[in-house]
């Protein structure tokens, strides 16, 4: 594998483990170039997903997307990065599970949402003014009586 650092081809794996749910493996490489130490994630990838957007363009599922807006939602939460590393595996394997090679971006943005509700609701909330594109003060204001009345169910 490339060094990251300087771009020299051939680094070597000081360390491998997987991780705590087993679904990917994360190895500690070395540059013996630069000497400069990274880490890797190797993981089962059992089809290319494409995801159909709101405007009817595609792009490749993009996991790191899904990171990064639980990492948001989850900002100053006590959630770590093992656990979200958990949610994203546990959401592309619902989507893989589906047999599609295209799934809309609204499934993914359901299948957080789903995950989040039962988690944290303050994430969850977050998550959902992006998600639902809350303009102003009263959209917040609707969405908690919904979750409110969707609570007292």
């Known amino acids: ?4 650092f300087c771009g020299h081809d051939d680094t070597q ?3 491998s483990r997987p991780t705590d749910d087993n679904a990917s493996i994360r190895r500690r490489r070395a540059c013996p170039a630069c000497a400069s130490r990274f880490t890797t994630s190797e993981r089962v990838q059992i089809r290319d997903l494409v995801v159909i957007k709101k405007d009817g363009s595609r792009s490749t599922f993009d996991r790191d ?3 990064k807006s639980l990492q948001i939602a989850l900002r100053k939460r006590p959630v770590d990065e093992e656990q979200i590393e958990r949610i994203v595996n546990g959401i592309h394997r619902r989507l893989e599970s589906l047999g599609e090679n295209e799934v809309p971006s609204k499934l993914i943005g359901e299948l957080v949402m789903d995950v ?3 988690m944290d609701q303050v994430a969850y909330l977050r998550y959902a003014s992006v998600y639902r594109n809350f303009r102003e003060a009263k959209d917040f204001g609707d969405f908690l009586g919904k979750m409110g009345r969707q609570g007292d169910d």
């Open 116 to 118: 989040l509700i039962g």
């Open 1 to 4: 594998m490339r060094c990251p």
């Open 13 to 15: 794996v000081k360390d």
């Open 65 to 67: 997307k899904v990171v």
